[in-house]
């Protein structure tokens, strides 16, 4: 969901950006974050904790928490809610302790 | 190793007024945030700002964050910004490392000036990690900076200034705010920021809190419960509100992290919101050279942290021998400023643990 009308900002349509999740194809637009995009996408739920598997979204949003953390075009522990959206990435769900 | 007269760690209010009356005083600064633009939580805040006409109040947040970082273009060839980097250690000599886009960095700067601002608080309930459950600042992210709604029908945990000015955010936004709860028995915020949300239709629910979370992968609703007046619950008061998400506003918290890892005498406040720093009347800490200034040194307010990072800016300048042409004077003003920002019934509590820090210096 994206705010539509607001009294004070602008939110200007901008460029889509494809990505995958899960090996879902969602859209995003530029200048999001991997995770502001799949909230928008209506996906809460990121990652799952390691040893209880209860499922994780994002918290803090600027960098703090660690509670974003994904597997990004290979790369584990990345915090989607800093990093930029880009065209094709590969976004996965972390389940299981990166050895 | 870089080096450079004087670094800056943090671009919120605190960290660009330090560079600006530092530049103004001569010295080469190099300004550094862990985030892609500068201006610290004011680039979230859509609202006319309280405090007093001098730092900016009835302006809009960001609007204050424009006019500080332009406030910077003229002192270009004198200033470096270093954006997406984070500042991970700080230690004695004064050597701080950075990370920026996976390349590791030290930096070994004259002066230092920590205005890393503070991190949001967060509430023991059962499921409190479920997704849907955000922080205030989080919520405020998602929504001003990448137009993105946190959900539909949200419950805000908290009626502090902050909670009350994100759940107003929240309905310009097009969310339904069903309610504000809060555990003390008295709303914390200022009555203009209640009564906004009040007039709206917003119940604010006083000695009441969250008990639980309950859904499966995703918040569904919560359990709510009344306190009495020793903070405990009471059997049969509970009820359900259906909310798709939560925002958590109990407060914030001195990021405190990189002064408590360079062993800088800190103290433990809880009025200024966690760890601070002990500091001298130049906003210098106990480590020679290093200076602080805003949410870092007890959780205030932009207009504060406006003024503590003059004052730190100007210091820091001074001990590398850059006097600024009229530091006697604005020494004095922002001083005085200090001072009246803290005055009145609203300050209190800031007084009150700003006395406690200085008690507690001349027995440490
Ligand atoms: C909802 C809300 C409403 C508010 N309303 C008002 C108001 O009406 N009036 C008012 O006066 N105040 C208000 N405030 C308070 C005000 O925003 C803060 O007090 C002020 O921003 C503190 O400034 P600061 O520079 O100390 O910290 P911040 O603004 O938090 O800036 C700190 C900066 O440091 C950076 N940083 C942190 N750690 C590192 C690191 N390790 N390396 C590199 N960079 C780092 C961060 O990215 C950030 O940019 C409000 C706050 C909120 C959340
Ligand atoms: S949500 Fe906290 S680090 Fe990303």
């Not at chain 2, 990370?99 to 890393?116: E, F, G, L, M, S």
């Not at chain 2, 119940?203 to 995703?218: D, M, N, R, Y």
Request: aromatic share 6%.
């Amino acid at each position: 969901m994206r705010i539509k009308q607001h009294p004070i900002l602008d939110f200007e349509p901008k460029r889509p950006i494809l990505f995958r999740y899960n090996n879902q194809e969602v859209i995003g637009y530029e200048g999001d974050t991997i995770a502001a995009a799949l909230h928008a996408a209506g996906i809460k739920v990121l990652s799952f904790s390691m040893v209880e598997k209860r499922p994780r979204g994002f918290y803090c949003a600027i960098g703090n928490c660690g509670s974003c953390h994904m597997t990004v075009n290979g790369v584990p522990n990345v915090k989607t809610c800093l990093t930029m959206l880009e065209e094709g990435m590969e976004v996965v769900s972390m389940e299981t302790k990166v050895k | 190793m870089r080096t450079t007269e004087l670094l800056i760690i943090g671009g919120g209010p605190a960290g660009l007024m330090a560079a600006k009356t530092a530049l103004e005083a001569g010295a080469q600064v190099t300004l550094i945030d862990r985030n892609n633009r500068l201006g610290g939580q004011l680039i979230k805040q859509t609202h006319k700002f309280f405090g007093s006409e001098k730092q900016y109040a009835k302006t809009r947040g960001l609007t204050i964050a424009e006019k500080l970082i332009t406030d910077l273009e003229d002192y270009h060839d004198r200033l470096k910004i270093c954006l997406n980097t984070t500042a991970l250690g700080l230690y004695r000599d004064r050597v701080v490392t950075t990370v920026c886009n996976d390349t590791y960095d030290k930096i070994h700067p004259q002066a230092i000036i920590v205005a890393t601002g503070a991190f949001e608080k967060c509430l023991a309930f059962e499921n409190n990690d479920l997704p849907g459950i955000y922080g205030a600042g989080a919520v405020q992210t998602l929504m001003n900076l990448y137009g993105v709604l946190p959900g539909k029908e949200i419950v805000m945990v908290g009626s502090g200034n902050i909670g009350l000015i994100v759940s107003y955010q929240l309905i310009q936004a097009g969310v339904r705010v069903k309610a504000v709860l809060e555990a003390a028995p008295v709303i914390g915020g200022y009555k203009v920021h209640a009564s906004k949300l009040r007039r709206l239709g917003v119940p604010i629910l006083t000695s009441t809190t969250v008990q639980k979370a309950i859904g499966s992968l995703e918040i569904e609703k919560i359990v709510t419960v009344k306190l009495d007046s020793n903070w405990q619950a009471i059997e049969g008061s509970e009820a359900e509100i259906y909310v798709d998400a939560l925002c958590v506003a109990v407060g914030l918290s001195p990021m405190h992290q990189l002064l408590s890892m360079a062993d800088i005498q800190m103290c433990y406040v809880s009025e200024l919101g966690g760890l601070v720093p002990h500091v001298s009347e130049d906003y210098e800490t106990s480590l020679d050279s290093v200076f602080v200034a805003g949410d870092v040194t007890g959780v205030e307010e932009a207009s504060s942290a406006i003024v503590e990072g003059a004052i730190a800016g100007l210091m820091a300048a001074k001990k590398m021998n850059h006097l600024h042409p009229e530091a006697d004077r604005i020494l004095c003003e922002y001083r005085t400023q200090l001072d009246n920002l803290r005055s009145g019934p609203c300050g209190c509590k800031i007084r009150n643990g700003l006395g406690k820090l200085k008690e507690n210096q001349h027995v440490g």
